[in-house]
């Protein structure tokens, strides 16, 4: 009985141990391929690749219904003058439809066709329009794809975003909104032209707004207006150009560098006439170059009709008092232009209706409440030195534009008279652009 029971077990062990040894030689398989994914060159889908495909349109259900708000501003766009809006919303609405919940595929080419269409939308928006200077490149609107769909995806309430961004600032939507209540569905060639010149404002934050169409200035605290007054701006001879910047500084009690084109017309001319007999009446001095060593020079050392040949080869400066043209101050701005907002001594002009009448700078119809407005306190000088610069505390942005329309009091668009001729004429804009480089001068 015990050899029986002995042979038992020993059998057990031996077939219990054979699969286990089978087990032990069976090869393993091979571990599964890594999978790739190349980075995509669209640069949509690359947005989508870099944040790990995280949703914007599709997060939750709030966000799927703010998607159809993107289609809604899509067919509005032809007001914008974005003619391919309602194409794009078409696509739209035909993605939203296909992403049906557990379609994982659907789903996520519907988030590529949306932020693809309001990318698109976007861009249109932020082109800036031609012959705008920008004296500091953080200045221009930002247009990348990423930008725009991270700055959408922030937000808590995608659909008041999408609304924001597309009203771009108050004086854009304002324009807009009067269109649209004129009964207007398309942007015809003017309106085109004046939401254009109006897309390059801020949206919200302090800054000076100079409307070279109408000649005024407006000054914003938070995005709203705070004070308004009447400017003097370039005549349709010599137009102010459009202009983006920031002030950093005051200049009290201001030499005032004569232009290239009045030296031209006006100073030449008459020194070539009179000589210091014409210059010093006036507070002109011709001096010897622009940097800070320079020195006056006599009239009988200038050959003055080679200057009125080529204005562009000496400097003629205006010293300071009550006849200087940049009056007691003047609020300088980088741009390359020899263009200022200024004080002035002929408060004549600001009576007149169409106060296109300057030779290119803007004249302020009160330079001092400017002043304090920008620096917080009652502009003072100290002493009689001339060219005292006086820092702000912190930099304004000036936005100097052009437009020829606005909301009426019924809020229905009204139009003003075109001065340059600038409506569906993107070149003039660009024409005045140039008019105010001057190869010899630094930038203001």
Same mark, same amino acid.
């Given at each position: 009985m015990k050899k029986l029971l002995l042979a038992t077990t020993m059998l057990g062990l031996i077939v219990g141990a054979a699969p286990a040894e089978a087990k032990k030689k069976k090869p393993l398989p091979p571990p599964p391929a890594p999978v790739v994914r190349v980075a995509p060159t669209d640069p949509v889908e690359l947005y989508y690749y870099q944040h790990a495909d995280a949703p914007i349109w599709f997060r939750s259900d709030a966000t799927r219904a703010a998607a159809t708000r993107l289609s809604a501003i899509l067919k509005r766009a032809p007001i914008d003058g974005f003619t391919a809006g309602p194409g794009l919303a078409a696509q739209v609405d035909a993605a939203i439809a296909a992403a049906t919940p557990g379609n994982a595929a659907a789903t996520k080419a519907a988030e590529f066709a949306l932020s693809k269409a309001w990318v698109s939308y976007m861009q249109f928006l932020r082109t800036p329009p031609k012959g705008v200077v920008y004296g500091y490149p953080i200045l221009q609107p930002q247009a990348r794809p990423d930008q725009i769909l991270l700055t959408t995806a922030a937000s808590a309430d995608l659909a008041a975003q999408l609304d924001k961004m597309a009203d771009v600032n108050p004086t854009y939507r304002g324009l807009r909104e009067a269109a649209l209540a004129s009964g207007m569905t398309a942007a015809d060639t003017s309106l085109a032209s004046n939401l254009e010149r109006a897309r390059f404002l801020? =949206?919200?934050?302090?800054? !000076?707004? $100079?409307?070279? @169409?109408?000649?005024? &200035?407006?000054?914003?605290?938070?995005?709203?207006? !705070?004070?308004?007054?009447? +400017?003097? !701006?370039?005549?349709?001879?010599?137009? *102010?150009?459009?202009?983006?910047?920031?002030?950093?500084? $005051?200049? &009290?009690?201001? %030499?005032?560098? +004569?232009?290239?084109? #009045?030296?031209?017309?006006?100073?030449?001319? @008459?020194?070539?006439? @009179?000589?210091?007999? %014409? #210059?010093?009446?006036?507070? %002109?001095?011709?001096? =010897?170059?622009?940097?800070?060593?320079?020195? +006056? &020079?006599?009239?009988?050392?200038?050959?003055w009709q080679k200057v009125i040949?080529?204005?562009?080869?000496?400097?003629?400066?205006?010293?300071?008092? &009550?006849?200087?043209?940049? @009056?007691?101050?003047? !609020?300088?701005?980088?741009?390359?232009?020899?263009? %200022?907002? /200024?004080? *002035?001594?002929?408060?004549?002009?600001?009576?007149?209706?169409?106060? /296109?009448?300057?030779?290119?700078?803007?004249?302020?119809?009160?330079?001092?409440?400017?002043?304090r407005w920008l620096m917080g306190r009652e502009p003072a000088m100290s002493g009689s030195d001339p060219e005292q610069m006086v820092q702000l505390t912190q930099g304004v942005p000036v936005y100097l534009t052009y437009l020829t329309a606005e909301p009426g009091p019924d809020g229905k668009l009204v139009m003003r008279k075109d001065a340059y001729g600038w409506d569906g004429r993107p070149d003039l804009q660009l024409a005045a652009s140039t008019a105010y480089t001057s190869v010899a001068r630094p930038a203001p």
């Open positions: 801020p =949206s919200t934050g302090r800054f !000076v707004m $100079v409307d070279i @169409g109408n000649a005024t &200035l407006t000054m914003y605290e938070g995005g709203q207006p !705070v004070d308004k007054m009447k +400017v003097v !701006v370039g005549t349709p001879a010599l137009q *102010t150009p459009m202009i983006a910047s920031i002030i950093h500084y $005051v200049t &009290l009690n201001p %030499y005032w560098n +004569v232009p290239p084109n #009045l030296i031209h017309k006006v100073v030449a001319p @008459g020194a070539l006439k @009179g000589g210091d007999g %014409y #210059l010093k009446p006036r507070g %002109y001095e011709v001096m =010897s170059g622009w940097g800070p060593d320079a020195t +006056v &020079l006599p009239a009988s050392s200038v050959d040949d080529n204005p562009e080869s000496i400097r003629v400066r205006q010293k300071p008092g &009550l006849a200087n043209s940049m @009056g007691r101050l003047k !609020v300088p701005f980088p741009s390359g232009q020899d263009i %200022y907002l /200024h004080d *002035t001594p002929s408060k004549d002009k600001f009576k007149e209706t169409d106060r /296109h009448l300057s030779n290119g700078c803007i004249r302020l119809e009160d330079a001092r409440r400017f002043a």
